[in-house]
């Protein structure tokens, strides 16, 4: 059974900086896409930035140049790199792996960016 275990989530202050990561836990995986998502109050959920096999990667509009998605195949871990961080980017932060035996998705991180 995989599950995917986020961490890095917290509080911070507007402009600073937060790492998240997504482990793969419980069993190998192979990582076709692995993508951050993020939830606001009240809010859909929506894709912050997705990479793929060959690091292509996708950012969405909003958090271009301050945001980085990176992954390590050999340690089954994603991560997004958040710098000059918004009050607009609180949410909680979803990962989502999709691999060779299906999507999974993490249980969620709390991002809260204060002004």
């Known amino acids: 059974q995989v599950q995917l275990v986020e961490s890095g989530g917290g509080l911070v202050q507007a402009g600073g900086s937060l790492r998240l990561s997504c482990s793969a836990s419980?069993?190998?995986?192979?990582?076709?896409?692995a993508g951050w998502y993020r939830q606001a109050p009240g809010k859909e959920r929506d894709m912050v930035a997705v990479?793929?096999?060959?690091?292509?990667?996708l950012y969405a509009d909003s958090v271009k140049g301050r945001f980085t998605i990176s992954r390590d195949d050999a340690k089954s871990t994603a991560y997004l790199q958040m710098n000059n961080l918004k009050p607009e980017d609180t949410a909680v932060y979803y990962c989502?792996?999709?691999?060779?035996?299906?999507?999974?998705w993490g249980q969620g991180t709390q991002v809260t960016v204060s002004s």
């Open positions: 419980g069993s190998t995986v192979s990582i076709n896409v």
């Open positions: 989502h792996f999709d691999t060779v035996h299906g999507d999974y």
């Open positions: 990479i793929d096999r060959r690091s292509f990667t």
